[in-house]
């Protein structure tokens, strides 16, 4: 679905548009879907994290601005910060698991089509420029991050590396990109 | 200097915060000093807006039917009706921020005061102002009804710190043939609060936009800025 297109089932959602608000959410629900999963790496948390964060687009629809930022952004924003608030209330649990795998980021691959890349935005083709002229290890821990939210501890035990090193890619790393994204 | 208040660090926690390496009890301590201090919020914002396209990169997988049925049961929304809501709120849409739109959701008892107020006058404005020129320098104009105050909240260093030059307010009316209006000056130090009586609220209502200029401190007030205009920002009505 094009972007714009989002932006009005939205907008429309924002009016109390139920029938807007369905087609807005069989349109995005999957790739959020695919954020919680990979962010709480657990089915059922997933689809309590995705319902929680669509109820609060619902019910916050009305103050989406298209001038300022897509639908899809918009909502990122509310379902990924939904997803990392019950990844900490669950790793703050003691009986949650701490060896958890990891997948790879494969899917992330750093070659996107070319079509993909016309068809983003000039927002997203910067933030693509930037990654890639970040060091590999320390594009991986950021990627790593944005997708599985994990933090220096875990990053650190997943590439086997010591804390201060991936620390400092982390670091390095970010301060390259708010350069580049300047 | 409070940590937060610098700006290579409170910048570095905002990065942090977006792509999720800030956990725990870091993230909900710089989680309360967002609330406090909108200038964290908004540069936040900004990162998470510019991270979000990544999720463009992942497969989409198609979640199971029941959690469009909880969320159908749990909105009513067999019971909705495509009736506008206020138009007050869909008026505020087009207006607001992106960033400020998106601390509203997060603000919930701003949210709630605002959904209980649907239809009368607004509790507050607010402008996020930007420099013109560095695009990393910013700050946050509020003006309060309850407080009768306009309060000014940035990072430090926001402000030059210019010998016989000094930080001019003005609010540019909605009516461009209406004067400006010069409102006050910040001074170095203070906190950054100005007291308004009930007839600067009203005037709020035709207020277009808050800018704030480096004027000379021992020339004439002029009507007009004179000096180097350092940050502006729309008003927006909460």
Known sequence: MEPHSLNELLIRSGQGDAKAFQHLYDAASPRLFAVCKRLLRDEALAEDVLQEGFIKVWHHAAQFSASKASAMTWMTTIVRNQALDKLRQVKSRPESSEDVEYETLEFASLEPEPDALHQWGEDAQRLWHCLETLKPEQRECILQAFYHGQTHDELARTLVKPLGTVKAWIRRGLEQLRGCLQ | MKRYQNPEIFEHLAMSYALGTLQGKARLRFEKLQQKHLYLRAVTDAYQQRFSPLVELLPAEKP???????????????????????????????????????????????????????????????????????????????????????????????????????????????????????????????????????????????????????????????????????????????
């Not at chain 2, 008026?91 to 603000?107: D, E, H, Q, R, T």
């Not at chain 2, 949210?111 to 607004?122: D, E, R």
């Not at chain 2, 001019?168 to 910040?186: A, E, S, Y």
Request: charged share 20%; hydrophobic share 45%; glycine share 4%.
């Open chain 2, 64 to 238: 199971p039917a029941k959690v469009w049925q909880q969320i159908s049961k749990e909105l009513k929304l067999d019971q909705q009706t495509s009736i506008a809501r206020s138009n007050w709120l869909a008026s505020l849409k087009g207006y607001l921020p992106w960033s400020v739109a998106a601390f509203a959701s997060i603000a919930a008892s701003v949210m709630t005061v605002l959904l209980l107020n649907i239809n009368s006058q607004p509790a507050a404005y607010m402008a996020m102002m930007k420099s013109p020129v560095q695009q990393d320098k910013m700050m946050v104009a509020m003006v309060s009804h309850d407080a009768m105050e306009i309060s000014f909240d940035m990072p430090s260093g926001a402000l030059p710190d210019d010998k016989g030059m000094v930080p001019t307010i003005w609010c540019v009316p909605k009516d461009k043939n209406m004067p400006l209006m010069r409102m006050g000056t910040l001074a170095k130090g203070d906190d950054h609060r100005m007291p308004i009586d009930s007839k600067v609220w009203k005037d709020m209502a035709n207020v277009r936009e808050f800018a704030i200029s480096m004027e000379p401190m021992n020339a004439p007030e002029s009507p007009v800025p004179t000096g180097a205009m350092m940050f502006t920002g729309e008003l927006a009505a909460w």
